[in-house]
């Protein structure tokens, strides 16, 4: 009881206080419509101080120790104590993944982690600070607070911290050994960068330290503590070189600096430079520069070799985006303006109100993001100037379901009405054992699977497929773990954290304690736990918060062997006490070289099979992995656009480097044209994306021996293969023929037109949107001699099959929504409570999850078409599925062995790509393969069994057939095995 008083009594200390809390930058909307969506742009949180101090005599009081590593008192340890709420870099987010900032491995982030040590911001400040007597004791008063960050130093030793510590605990901080981290610095090319800035920083204990590369690049940082470490490594000219979870007294670090990359962009209208703002998007990345009318081109610097797209606009002019590698040190492009037009996006919910503050995000047709926008509520958003042309628009927003829309723009203005249907949502709270907020913790959902993070606040938001029962598990290595069953849509759900069941795991290396190992703990594929925070200098990685039973425990760490599985019993209230050994890894070492020895840079390298990172060759060629087994060789793989592969070679690690030849494809010219002429803009070579203005393109291909065999793809055109002597290098033009294309109009249920239905099929790549009188034109795909075409808009749906090349029109009649009930039950015959059932709509290629309640029930609206139903646990291969058209205003579905049904067992010899079918009735002659059986009323599938012996449950008592063939191919001989069989059957039926 004693440390519910004392958080009691903070609470009250700290109303005061709370008006001094963290305020984290947000953009202010403009409340004028229409506007310009703000681009949304990562930027420097505000580290704003948090006051500690309750400004009376009866405020709290938090003591503990000092001592070193061996448990001995340290005296006059200098102790200082900022509040928990106080936030510093450890605590910071990635804007653009949600991942730890210290944790993102996108490129760009070192620039923006690099932005903290520059200017000082992020790191932990004291605000109050005492010392520690000769028994090493300190004691803070007079506080103010609920939790508080507590850390010490002392000379001659590392600094310790302890986080969320609460009045009323001991603390205690052991003070580990002084350490270092040293290393060199590098270039591309491999020598060695004096004068190199190296920084690096605890993500346990957020201070800062510097050091500057020496002769030789090498560097030492000194005086660390508590780590593992994020080091960071810069020069001018350089791209930062990161390493994200580095161990102190370690094997030496080696920063490998990127040369910067610089993309000089040129913008033209009519053959002559014009003004435009220049947009640049990456990963990660966001900026835009703006040229002159008679400037030279637009600069921009400091990139990573990395894809980016690159697009310009103007006042009602814009450009077709540009998709670049900036695998050369200056990259330049040419973008030409042509008359542009806009979007005029609304974004609203099912009953046409303006949806909460959404977020836009425009890409092209191939998925690459050329713009995300921040529209206040109720805005008109503005998107332009673009290119004439084909794009793809997404909506989000917290609480409704992400949507997409075809989006073509004319010149002029292209009104959307974008409408995003409110999700099923969870909301709660993650606290601790003392009952406070609980940020960062991991929030396990299941049967989804779906993990989703506390915020600041330890409140979470789930988004959940459907109404149902849900189980939440929270779990944090360090404060523990708890569960929670909760029916959705639900608010005020409560986590609460409590010990459980642990283990301490210890993780060594030849007698050596590892820092900066991780641990996960399994019991099954749905209940695994992750460590929150690697190991420090003791090697120890606290596992708190676990249910009661026995789990396979794995280690990993970046510089060594993954350990094996090693099983691991807890039981609660009490920790297990766990070693774990972790082997060396070795080094493979290489070069890649061009046909004369020279060697080639930028070359994308992997081993097979794939235990590692992949690399690149720097500027002489180089290449090395790092934590391989030893005992086994590897395949090198090596790619790059502008060779080919001459062998795939093997290498050893720690044997002698490898050798890799690649030989340099030759450059081909030529021009795409449709059968009119007429340039195609944007289309595929291999694997080059082409825009062109003109069609024409000048790229590095593959070549076999004499021949020149490429592909050549482009939306709404018929694919070619082209196959031509390798020489000369000029292709001359490539005529694509427009693909057929399926023409129609889609209806509501009286038969008027409906406009602005998204029009896709089963098969197809892209989607339309209907016209103003409900007509479509949609290519149709290659290959495939029937699909089915379909049509949606809100809640209503129509589908229709087309055979390829039929000119027929299609009539699309939009219906409601079937409303789907029934339950699902286990093998024993009881209702599955909170149970996930995985549908596929065959029609759409549409996936859907059923999820039933605590009675086992399940309610939801599907689209009317034909679906499969896994009822197996996770779906996987043998498990049984059910077939069945989903019609009508409101159907019932019972799944699963429902009580008053029988079952069939069937023998069979196991084989590849075979599947038995239990149809209803008697069924004559099927075909070969029996796809027709697909688009059954209601049917059982089971593909490729993975017994001889196969039992169907489920079935209500009467005449069925069993079908035994392959799935996708003919069979041999007759064709599939067909045998009718009597539910309930008289012993076991064999297909052999």
Not at 122 to 129: C, K, M, N, Y
Not at 216 to 242: I, K
Not at 467 to 486: D, F, I, K, M, R
Not at 644 to 670: A, D
Request: with cysteine; aromatic share 6%.
């Amino acid at each position: 009881m004693r440390k519910w008083v004392f958080i009691a009594v903070a609470a009250v200390l700290a109303i005061a206080a709370l008006v001094l809390g963290p305020r984290w930058g947000a953009p202010v909307a403009r409340p004028v419509s229409p506007v310009s969506a703000s681009s949304i742009r990562q930027g420097m949180p505000a580290f704003n101080a948090v006051g500690v101090s309750s400004g009376a005599q009866e405020g709290l009081t938090l003591t503990g120790r000092v001592l070193d590593g061996n448990g001995r008192p340290v005296a006059d340890a200098e102790v200082s104590l900022a509040a928990s709420a106080e936030r510093t870099l450890a605590d910071v987010r990635c804007d653009e993944c949600g991942l730890a900032l210290l944790a993102c491995t996108a490129h760009e982030t070192a620039l923006h982690t690099r932005a903290f040590f520059e200017q000082q911001q992020g790191f932990l400040t004291a605000r109050a600070t005492v010392r520690t007597d000769a028994e090493g004791k300190f004691r803070f008063e007079h506080l103010a607070g609920v939790s508080f960050t507590v850390w010490a130093r002392s000379a001659g030793l590392g600094v310790a911290l302890r986080d969320r510590a609460a009045p009323g605990e001991a603390v205690e901080l052991y003070l580990p050994p002084l350490r270092s981290i040293t290393g060199t610095v590098v270039d591309d090319s491999g020598q060695a960068r004096p004068g190199a800035r190296v920084r690096a920083v605890s993500r346990k204990v957020p201070l800062p330290f510097e050091a500057v590369a020496g002769a030789g690049g090498a560097f030492t940082l000194s005086g660390l503590g508590e780590g593992p470490f994020y080091v960071l490594a810069d020069a001018e000219g350089f791209q930062p070189a990161v390493a994200q979870q580095v161990e102190a007294d370690s094997q030496p670090l080696r920063l490998k600096l990127t040369p910067s990359r610089t993309l000089e962009v040129r913008v033209t209208r009519d053959g002559a430079p014009a003004a435009a703002t220049v947009r640049l998007r990456g990963d990660h990345l966001t900026r835009e520069e703006h040229t002159e009318a008679q400037g030279g081109p637009v600069r921009f610097n400091g990139l990573y070799p990395d894809e980016v797209v690159v697009t310009a606009e103007a006042p009602g002019f814009g450009s077709t985006p540009q998709t670049l590698t900036l695998s050369q040190r200056v990259t330049q492009v040419t973008l030409v303006l042509e008359a542009a037009g806009r979007l005029l996006v609304t974004v609203v919910d099912e009953d046409g109100q303006p949806v909460p503050n959404p977020q836009l995000l425009l890409r092209t047709v191939a998925g690459d993001l050329i713009r995300r926008d921040a529209v206040p509520t109720g805005a008109l958003a503005e998107l332009g100037p673009l290119a004439p042309g084909e794009y793809v628009l997404e909506g989000q927003a917290e609480g409704f379901t992400a949507a997409q829309l075809p989006a073509r723009v004319a010149q002029g203005e292209t009104p959307l009405e974008l409408e995003l249907a409110k999700a099923t949502v969870i909301r709660g709270q993650v606290i601790d054992e003392y009952g406070r907020p609980a940020a960062g913790v991991s929030v396990l959902v299941q049967p989804t699977g779906e993990v989703v993070n506390a915020g600041e606040d330890g409140r979470f938001t789930a988004q959940v497929p459907m109404p149902g029962l849900y189980t939440l598990h929270a779990h944090h290595s360090e404060w523990g773990g708890g569960s929670v069953q909760a029916t959705a849509p639900a608010t005020d759900v409560t986590l609460s954290l409590e010990a459980k069941a642990g283990a301490d795991v210890t993780v060594s290396s030849g007698g050596r304690r590892v820092e900066g190992a991780d641990v996960v703990m399994w019991a099954d594929p749905e209940n695994i736990f992750r460590s929150d925070r690697p190991s420090g200098p003791d090697g120890v990685v606290p596992m708190r918060g676990l249910p009661p039973g026995t789990y396979q425990l794995m280690a990993s760490h970046p510089e060594y062997l993954q350990s094996g599985p090693k099983p691991v019993t807890v039981q609660d209230g009490t920790k297990q006490q766990v070693t774990v050994e972790l082997e060396p890894g070795a080094q493979l070492t290489g070069d890649v070289v061009d046909e004369d020895g020279q060697p080639v840079v930028g070359a994308a390298m992997s081993v097979s099979p794939r235990v590692t990172e992949p690399t690149q060759s720097d500027s002489s060629g180089h290449f090395e992995f790092r934590a391989l087994r030893p005992d086994r060789a590897y395949a090198v793989e090596a790619r790059h656009a502008s060779y080919e592969v001459m062998e795939r070679p093997m290498g050893k690690p720690g044997g002698p480097p490898v050798r890799v030849k690649m030989r340099k494809r030759s450059t081909f010219r030529g021009r795409v044209v449709d059968d009119s002429g007429q340039p195609v803009r944007r289309f595929r070579v291999d694997e080059h994306d082409v825009n062109s203005p003109d069609g024409r393109f000048e790229l590095p291909l593959s070549t076999a021996g004499d021949r020149l065999i490429v592909a050549v793809d482009a939306t709404g055109y018929e694919p070619q293969v082209v196959d031509r002597p390798s020489a000369p290098p000029d292709m001359g033009d490539i005529v694509l023929v427009k693909a057929p294309s399926v023409s129609g109009r889609v209806r509501d249920a009286s038969g008027g037109p409906v406009p602005d239905a998204v029009v896709t099929c089963d098969v197809c790549d892209g989607s339309v949107l209907s016209g103003p009188d409900g007509t479509f034109s949609l290519a149709s795909p290659p290959f495939v001699p029937r699909f089915t075409v379909s049509a949606r808009k809100g809640k209503v749906s129509g589908t229709q099959e087309v055979p390829r090349g039929s000119t027929a029109q299609v009539e699309l009649t939009l219906k409601p929504a079937t409303h789907l009930t029934g339950r699902v039950y286990l093998a024993n015959g009881q209702p599955a409570a909170g149970a996930q059932v995985e549908g596929l709509n065959a029609d759409r290629s549409e996936t859907v999850s059923l999820i039933t309640g605590a009675d086992g029930r399940y309610s939801a609206d599907l689209s009317p078409g034909s679906y499969r139903f896994v009822v197996g646990p996770r779906g996987g291969m043998g498990e049984p599925a059910v077939v069945v058209q989903v019609a009508g205003a409101d159907m019932t579905l019972d799944l699963g062995p429902v009580p008053g049904t029988g079952s069939v067992t069937v023998l069979l010899q196991p084989e590849r790509g075979k599947a038995l079918w239990v149809v209803p009735g008697e069924v004559g002659a099927v075909g070969n393969p029996p796809t027709e059986l697909l688009r059954s009323r209601y049917a059982q599938l089971v593909y490729q069994p993975m017994t001889e012996r196969v039992v169907v449950q489920g079935l209500r008592p009467g005449r069925y057939t069993l079908v035994w063939g392959y799935f996708h191919a003919e069979m041999p001989g007759t064709g599939p095995v067909v045998r009718a069989v009597d539910v309930p059957s008289q012993g076991e039926v064999s297909l052999r």
